[in-house]
């Protein structure tokens, strides 16, 4: 089968590599690693370290597993996007436009929320944590939209992967400090002899997770408003309500046509092998008898330098080669690293082919993700990226998570082997999709 080496309608000549390196070192990629920082500090602080706090305060584990549902905020931030795009807050989107405004907005929602989820004892105010957490999750979920639309108007199509890199850089690095930073921070806190459970020892740790936003909040104080078009501003609410809500998927459908079918399909189903069978991977280091210890140094810091280094190949390959083969790329690597986890099921515990898997396993995830997300990029029309990228980001999510709820029932019935080489047949059919989508003729995005 033949892809096209780059985007239909783009002839420029590749790139040398002096060139395709060189654009990690440019203004715009060096943004997005401290805003990508900022973008992945709070996931986890309201998702995964949070049901670890609760836990050791006592919460049971149904409570907890409810409330991961906080996690779904993400999944819907496609229904205020169309806020995000075209709503100006008042004063400040005077005084530093659109995109900026709605970033320090929602940086602001995050610290806030973060300093009440310190100030606030689980044990006694569970209600109030919750509360907390979710607002944490809108403000995330609020400060993702403005940035994904930040990024696609910083820069050219054929510089939207090393963005994706960088960004995906400061990200995973958030990830580790409030993963790993949070268990440590409160456990330095820890004053000996007292109970399992210090209130104070996690307030402190909080804290500093809200001061760790700071970084991406400079970032945005001096960063410049980037170009795109503005449309005049509608007279009245249904006409201001059809361009904000209805236009952005409008026009899209209206681009693409029939086509958007194999595109929304594409976009549905890129990620499935990779979600799928990661909502099994903790418990299948568990089960295989692998050490905390072990599991956060392979997995947690190892496996994100691995996830980093295969975005910045993956960024690096879309510049010289296209998006479309790193794409084909990226899914044919997803099938064959879950095969490999279906293999590891068979061994036992042996951590040196648990490194070996996860090397695979993380270095391919990063160069589909960069090659993914600069690949959603290149769908957006300019005038609604920040809705338009919000649907795409959202779809991706859905089908995937859904299924992956699954996972555990065919565990119980048919063993890790098994489900393994499932998740990677799921992945087959992705590439067909690749194939067809790199042949659609991209349709012109309008006036931009």
Not at 280 to 302: H, L, Q, R, W
Not at 392 to 417: E, N, Q, T
Not at 418 to 433: C, E, H, K, N, Q
Request: charged residues 15%; aromatic residues 12%.
């Amino acid at each position: 089968m033949r892809i096209s080496p780059t985007p239909p309608g783009d002839h420029t000549r590749p790139p040398s590599w002096r060139e395709t390196l060189k654009v990690y070192l440019e203004p715009a990629s060096l943004r997005m690693l401290s805003l990508g920082f900022s973008a992945g500090l709070p996931l986890l602080l309201v998702i995964g370290t949070l049901s670890f706090r609760l836990r050791e305060a006592g919460i049971d584990r149904s409570t907890i597993g409810f409330l991961s549902w906080v996690g779904l905020t993400y999944a819907f931030k496609w229904v205020w996007a169309p806020l995000v795009d075209r709503l100006p807050i008042p004063l400040l989107t005077h005084l530093m436009g659109r995109r900026r405004s709605w970033l320090l907005l929602a940086q602001a929602i995050v610290m806030g929320g973060l300093v009440s989820m310190a100030l606030t004892d689980p044990q006694h105010h569970l209600q109030t944590m919750v509360f907390c957490a979710i607002t944490v999750a809108f403000g995330s979920a609020t400060q993702d939209i403005a940035l994904d639309a930040f990024r696609i108007e910083s820069a050219d199509i054929r510089r939207q992967a090393a963005l994706s890199a960088t960004y995906q850089t400061g990200y995973r690095l958030a990830m580790i400090w409030a993963g790993a930073g949070t268990l440590w921070l409160a456990a330095r806190a820890e004053v000996p002899g007292q109970d399992l459970y210090q209130h104070g020892a996690w307030r402190s740790a909080y804290l500093v997770m809200s001061l760790s936003m700071l970084p991406g909040v400079l970032t945005v104080l001096f960063s410049h408003e980037p170009v795109r078009n503005i449309q005049a501003a509608s007279h009245t609410a249904g006409e201001w309500l059809r361009s904000a809500l209805v236009e952005p998927f409008a026009e899209f459908l209206r681009r693409y046509r029939w086509q958007a079918v194999l595109v929304l399909a594409l976009i549905a189903t890129y990620r499935i092998s990779d979600v799928v069978m990661g909502n099994m991977a903790n418990p299948f280091y568990v089960d295989m008898g692998y050490t905390k210890d072990e599991v956060a140094m392979v997995t947690k810091i190892y496996g994100v330098l691995m996830t980093l280094s295969g975005g910045f190949i993956g960024g690096a390959l879309a510049l010289r080669l296209g998006v479309y083969r790193v794409l084909m790329l990226g899914a044919a690597l997803s099938i064959g690293n879950n095969l490999l986890f279906s293999w590891l099921a068979t061994q036992g515990h042996d951590v040196a082919k648990l490194i070996f898997v996860i090397s695979a396993d993380n270095l391919g995830s990063g160069l589909a993700s960069s090659a993914f997300i600069a690949y959603l990029s290149s769908l957006t029309n300019v005038r609604y990226s920040a809705t338009q990228y919000a649907m795409f980001s959202s779809m991706m999510l859905l089908l995937p998570k859904f299924v992956g709820g699954y996972g555990g029932v065919y565990v119980d019935h048919f063993g890790y082997a098994s489900f393994f080489s499932a998740t990677a047949m799921l992945g087959v059919p992705v590439l067909l999709l690749v194939w067809l989508a790199a042949r659609i003729r991209t349709p012109a995005h309008g006036s931009t």
